[in-house]
């Protein structure tokens, strides 16, 4: 049986989410995989922040450098988002020779040639499968069992505060504002969620899943955008008589050997594969020159559903790493 030592920076939900992860499925995960996983650290500074979880306190400490150079520790897992002091966070842990896990996408996205590199240089690896879609296993399948093919389309509903919106003024023609509210409230959307229903976030994704099918790199800025926030009812009414429904597409493809990439509220059919995702689902849908059409469903959020994706990350690198 071999321990694998992890350190999660940053407690908040989805520190949290991995963690009890760890802790529900560790036994089943040492029966598949013959690896022990434990968190051996927690770099968070506000320790006494009400959790559905209790950590022994001895596990907590403010000081990143002392995880680093710590040489007991196998894998450090970023998740205090955004681009710094996060990237940098990043780089430091590869330099030290510890494999990096993230869910941080805005980091991935400005900063993708730096963290790989760094990665490189250190003989680490880093992995990133919760940046795109939660749980949903996009990343893998583009970079392994997909990678044979050619991809013509990438084409998704990668947020689920804004499909969780759109969803429920299309099938209950409730306002805007009172959707966003009980979003909120459920915890689909941040308190500012402009991020979110300006499609910041689902560009932040688009951009780096357009690294991985086209293997070229398209900055965020470079991504024309349109939020949601500018649906009106009228739109939906007009789209339901037209027998289509709106959706907050990002989608990427190659026409004439250049990248043609967007983030919108789109109309579509009612038989696209996509139309029928709803609430805080999401879907990602793939075109390959052999694959044809497919399409990865499920929960694009949430701490359990972003905890899976990052827990196998962690095994991915252990068993890499045997």
């Not at 909120?184 to 951009?207: R, Y």
Request: charged share 20%; aromatic share 4%; with cysteine.
């Amino acid at each position: 049986m071999k321990t694998v030592h992890i350190a999660i920076m940053g407690f908040g939900n989805i520190g949290v989410g991995t963690y009890q992860g760890i802790e529900i499925n560790h036994d089943a995960i040492a029966a598949k995989t013959g690896l022990d996983l434990k968190v051996a650290k927690i770099i968070e500074i506000d320790i006494d922040r009400p959790r559905p979880v209790s950590p022994d306190r001895s596990l907590f400490t403010p000081d990143r450098m002392e995880v680093f150079q710590d040489p007991s520790i196998d894998v450090v897992v970023e998740l205090i988002g955004g681009v710094e002091p996060a990237t940098t966070f990043m780089i430091e842990a590869l330099k030290h020779g510890k494999h990096v896990v993230t869910a941080n996408k805005a980091a991935i996205a400005a900063n993708y040639e730096q963290l790989t590199d760094a990665a490189n240089e250190a003989g680490v690896l880093f992995r990133f499968e919760a940046s795109v879609g939660g749980g949903i296993p996009v990343i893998n399948a583009i970079t392994t069992v997909l990678r044979s093919n050619r991809f013509e389309e990438v084409t998704g509903i990668m947020n689920g505060t804004t499909n969780f919106i759109l969803t429920q003024m299309t099938q209950a023609g409730r306002p805007y504002a009172d959707v966003l509210k009980e979003a909120q409230e459920k915890g689909f959307a941040e308190a500012d969620p402009t991020a979110d229903v300006e499609g910041i976030d689902i560009a932040n994704k688009l951009s780096i899943l357009i690294s991985l099918c086209f293997g070229e790199r398209v900055k965020i800025e470079d991504i024309p955008t349109t939020g949601m926030s500018g649906v009106t009812p009228e739109d939906i009414a007009q789209a339901k008589a037209e027998g289509k429904v709106i959706k907050m597409l990002a989608s990427a493809s190659r026409e004439n050997g250049k990248i043609v990439c967007s983030v919108a509220p789109v109309r579509i059919g009612t038989d696209h594969p996509l139309a029928s995702v709803s609430n805080e689902f999401n879907a990602i849908y793939l075109k390959g020159n052999i694959l044809g059409e497919t399409m990865l469903y499920g929960k694009g959020a949430g701490p359990l559903p972003t905890g899976s994706a990052i827990i196998g990350d962690i095994i991915d690198i252990a068993t890499h790493t045997k």
